[in-house]
């Protein structure tokens, strides 16, 4: 079956551009989370949606990154005024649930910002 | 989130069992241990969780130790693709499905 989708797989952007990132969850997951990469490290923890709302939104960096999940099945993460620490790898997952014990992870959209 | 101790990186040869540990002593009695690895380019990958019990599935075994303040993942005979940074995550069992990764183990299994 489908897995967690995310698009675009790279995305090159100039410093102070505007960028969107997609992630297409398995369907019938109620549960979507993003997480950001960067080289050498753990995945860090952005925001969770259960359904349409962000049920924890303590991760974002700052002001500039946004999430949306506007019908409780595609997100997208938005980033304003990229800056160049903003590269990184944005990994979306997606879980059947609340507590359900395993999270399915996307490959990853790879953003760098000149 | 309580925290976890991995070894930074690990070495195994093909077809040998694998002993990854985590300590994690400040853990408290409704958190979770799960275990995710992630191979080069791709996201993570759930392997296994468990609470007080050992628990085996197809991928791996998970060996709790019996003050659950340590655990070992045990991969029975490594192969080439299980190349990978190892994570040892708590999750606490209210606070949903958010995990908190460290750095993890890189294991490296030589041929």
């Known amino acids: 079956g489908a897995g967690v989708s995310q698009t675009p797989s790279n995305k090159v952007t100039e410093k102070g551009k505007y960028v969107e990132l997609r992630c297409d969850p398995i369907?019938?997951?109620?549960?979507l989370y993003w997480y950001r990469q960067s080289l050498g490290q753990g995945p860090e923890f952005l925001i969770y949606f259960q359904g349409t709302g962000a049920a924890d939104d303590s991760g974002l960096p700052n002001d500039r990154f946004f999430a949306v999940r506007p019908e409780g099945s595609v997100s997208t993460l938005k980033i304003q005024r990229t800056e160049r620490g903003d590269s990184a790898v944005y990994l979306c997952?997606?879980?059947?649930?609340?507590?359900?014990?395993?999270?399915?992870f996307g490959e990853g959209s790879r953003l760098t910002v000149l | 989130d309580a925290k976890t101790t991995q070894p930074n990186s690990m070495e195994s040869n093909e077809e040998e069992p694998v002993h990854l540990p985590c300590n994690h002593s400040t853990i408290s009695g409704t958190d979770y241990i799960h275990w995710y690895r992630q191979l080069p380019s791709q996201g993570p990958e759930y392997v296994i969780h468990?609470?007080?019990s050992n628990v085996n599935n197809r991928m791996a075994s998970l060996a709790i130790a019996e003050d659950r303040k340590s655990s070992t993942l045990i991969l029975h005979r490594a192969t080439l693709r299980d190349a990978a940074v190892y994570y040892c995550i708590l999750r606490e069992e209210t606070s949903g499905s958010r995990l908190t990764f460290g750095e993890g183990t890189q294991l490296t299994v030589n041929p």
């Open positions: 997952a997606s879980s059947l649930g609340f507590r359900a014990g395993e999270l399915f």
């Open positions: 369907s019938g997951h109620t549960a």
């Open positions: 468990g609470l007080t």
